[in-house]
């Protein structure tokens, strides 16, 4: 479960460091967003040489979380950070590469373009 104010990292080589979650779309009443949800981030220490700038307003979907999603069958995951991939108004990354495993969430919202740069899907 990833909230407003969360510092996520980003997985991706679009030149970002760290991302802070700045607004989640409302899902009903809940103020949360799980795996595979797209959420508006602030872009906090960028290479000055990347694709996106330092201060910037972007759009990310979750890849990684450390709280563990209960599965349907039964089995849950849970990852060691908080991460997420940036990405455009197409819904593709920005970046070239994902870095590090992603759950198999994030390809089943339609993200497949995110799920074959991984190295590893969970």
């Known amino acids: 479960m990833i909230q407003r104010e969360t510092m ?3 997985a991706d080589n679009s030149g970002a ?6 607004g989640i779309p409302r899902r009903g009443s809940s103020r949360v967003a799980y795996l595979g949800d797209i959420v508006s981030v602030a872009v906090r220490g ?3 040489h990347g694709a996106v700038k ?3 307003i972007e759009q990310a ?3 990684r979380t450390r709280k563990e999603v209960r599965r349907p069958d039964g089995s849950y995951i849970r990852f060691d950070d908080n991460a997420g991939v940036i990405i455009d108004k197409q819904g ?3 970046g070239s590469r994902v870095l590090g495993p992603i759950a198999r ?3 089943e919202r339609g993200f497949k373009k995110i799920a074959s740069l991984a190295t590893e899907v969970f």
């Open 54 to 56: 330092d201060h910037g």
């Open 17 to 22: 460091k760290k991302l802070r979650v700045i």
């Open 61 to 63: 979907v979750i890849v």
């Open 92 to 94: 593709n990354p920005k």
């Open 46 to 48: 960028a290479d000055p």
């Open 105 to 107: 969430e994030v390809r």
């Open 8 to 10: 996520l990292a980003a």
